[in-house]
């Protein structure tokens, strides 16, 4: 299923002569129509669709994807359709959750052009769109064909974006065991490792927890670790506050806070606290939260989708590669750790 660089657009090149699809659909944003569609037009026939939406976290919602249906419909989509998914993790989100609802399910592969979208939106099968204030309220879950991972999508991004891909691959080192947490360490202290291979190992860590729990039964809950609270710090400062930070950035901090979590539910020792948090802090700039803010994110906690009779469940740290599932948190705590979180000084040592 995941093939990369020159071979896997290769790969493509021949899964479309194998299956010879009826149409072929390529949903782009502004920003991979003008810089990524150029690289495959040598691997596609030319007679493709081009469907186009603005970039940006908050298109992914369902008027973009009514109208992601209605030019399938214009332009005589049917189901032997292939749709081509090129860009970040929202077109991959939003263009895996039309292909498979519109006309109950077409073939669909994924081309992220991000580095988030590389290492774990394109991952899993997992499409969606936002609602009301909630991330990835409404979706499916449902995998592509193939997905295509191209380290030359990587140059046409800035900096912040790949940082906010770095956040997961920092998250997999976490969850995965202490070998991987240091790879990234090093490689982020000194760039001499072969970023490419460091993609291809966050591919293998997510891949192999999604092969043993594809719908989230379990283990693959351990994906989520961060994300509670990151998801509810990205819906806030977003679409409440108005001051847009990226997915990775956000879950970064969710991190932050998960270990002070960990920490005070007695998992996790506060000397790994303070060296997971500095290493954090070194790539992601902190946020200071109000008390004002601290309570619309808790607010926002309803909407998350691992709640169980409305409390917040968390996945967190015994260790670093330790995980544990089905954690419940009392608003207390969760406050306790943004007050925590805001004492941190620029190095990330508690002041």
Known sequence: MYHYNQEGLQVLHNYILDTNPSKIVVLTDNHTQKLCLPKILPYIPDNFVNINIPP?????????????????IVNDADRSTLMLNLGGGVITDIGGFAASTFKRGIDFIHIPTTLLAMVDAAIGGKNGINFLEGKNQIGTINSPELIIINDDFLTTLPQRQIDSGIAEMLKHGLISGKEYWQKMLHYLAHKDTIF??????????????????????GLRKVLNFGHTLGHAIESYLNYVKKSPITHGHAVSLGMILSVYISNKKGFLKFTTVTD??????????????????????????TFDKKNKNGIPQFILLKDIGSPILDQSVSKEIIIASFKAYNTLSDNGQQK
């Open 56 to 72: 940006g976290e908050s298109y992914k919602q369902i008027d973009t994807l009514q109208s992601i249906w209605k030019q399938l």
């Open 196 to 217: 490419s291979q460091l993609i291809k190992n966050s591919v293998q860590i997510k891949n192999k927890i999604i092969n043993e729990d594809p719908y989230e039964k």
């Open 276 to 301: 997971i948090n500095t290493s954090i802090k070194k790539h992601f700039p902190l946020i200071p939260f109000t008390d004002k803010d601290i309570s619309h994110i808790l607010k926002l906690l």
